[in-house]
T-cell receptor
Framework: GENVEQHPSTLSVQEGDSAVIKCTYS??????FPWYKQELGKGPQLIID?????GEKKDQRIAVTLNKTAKHFSLHITETQPEDSAVYFCAATLLNTGGFKTIFGAGTRLFVKA | DTAVSQTPKYLVTQMGNDKSIKCEQNLGHDTMYWYKQDSKKFLKIMFS???????INETVPNRFSPKSPDKAHLNLHINSLELGDSAVYFCASSPGPGEWDEQFFGPGTRLTVL
């Protein structure tokens, strides 16, 4: 089955610096890679996603890159702010018998120090 | 307006008891999910329903029984609770079961089994 590995598990950066989170997936049939942000005491929320026919996507300070050949995808946050502190999950979707299921990475806890 | 709501937010109970968690979405979505998040933040899908029909059923003990009375509701009943069931349970919904359908998560129910 699909396996999504995520690194690092914890990341601490100074406000204004960039943060990069990397993921790899195992099943080459996956075509959709969402990223979720989970703030303390809340459910995960989609922040950006990328489809397999695209190599890069950007939304303000957040960008994702995808290398389908290597089965790698990454999240880049520039000019980090204290409110970026949260747990970030990468994910990949995989076709199941009845529909698509989302396989999540183990999460990265990001701390942005003011 | 709350999009995906869960009740209760916290649930503390003794081993061996039976408990239920309720979920409702007002987004008009066809698909709903239950996820389990353990103490290490690992997020894993348990069940998915599309139009009240079970479409994803992961390797979950049969003490867990989901029920979808209509498209807007998905409840989770747990029999004979065990210590290992302690976790945060998230309900989510999406427009459909498709590969690119964004999932919207509820705030979670923290279950503690003593």
């Amino acid at each position: 089955g699909e396996n999504v590995e995520q690194h690092p598990s914890t990341l601490s950066v100074q406000e204004g610096d960039s943060a990069v989170i990397k993921c790899t997936y195992s099943d080459s049939a996956s075509n959709y890679f969402p990223w979720y942000k989970q703030e303390l005491g809340k459910g995960p929320q989609l922040i950006i996603d990328i489809r397999s026919n695209v190599g890069e996507k950007k939304d303000q300070r957040i960008a994702v890159t995808l290398n389908k050949t290597a089965k790698h995808f990454s999240l880049h946050i520039t000019e980090t702010q204290p409110e970026d502190s949260a747990v970030y999950f990468c994910a990949a979707t995989l076709l199941n018998t009845g529909g698509f299921k989302t396989i999540f990475g183990a999460g990265t806890r990001l701390f942005v120090k003011a | 307006d709350t999009a995906v709501s869960q009740t209760p937010k916290y649930l503390v109970t003794q081993m061996g008891n039976d408990k239920s968690i309720k979920c409702e979405q007002n987004l008009g979505h066809d698909t709903m999910y239950w996820y389990k998040q353990d103490s290490k933040k690992f997020l894993k899908i348990m069940f998915s329903y599309n139009n009240k029909e079970l479409i994803i059923n992961e390797t979950v003990p049969n003490r867990f029984s989901p029920k979808s009375p209509d498209k807007a509701h998905l409840n989770l009943h747990i029999n004979s609770l065990e210590l290992g069931d302690s976790a945060v349970y998230f309900c989510a919904s999406s427009p459909g079961p498709g590969e690119w359908d964004e999932q919207f998560f509820g705030p979670g129910t923290r279950l503690t089994v003593l």
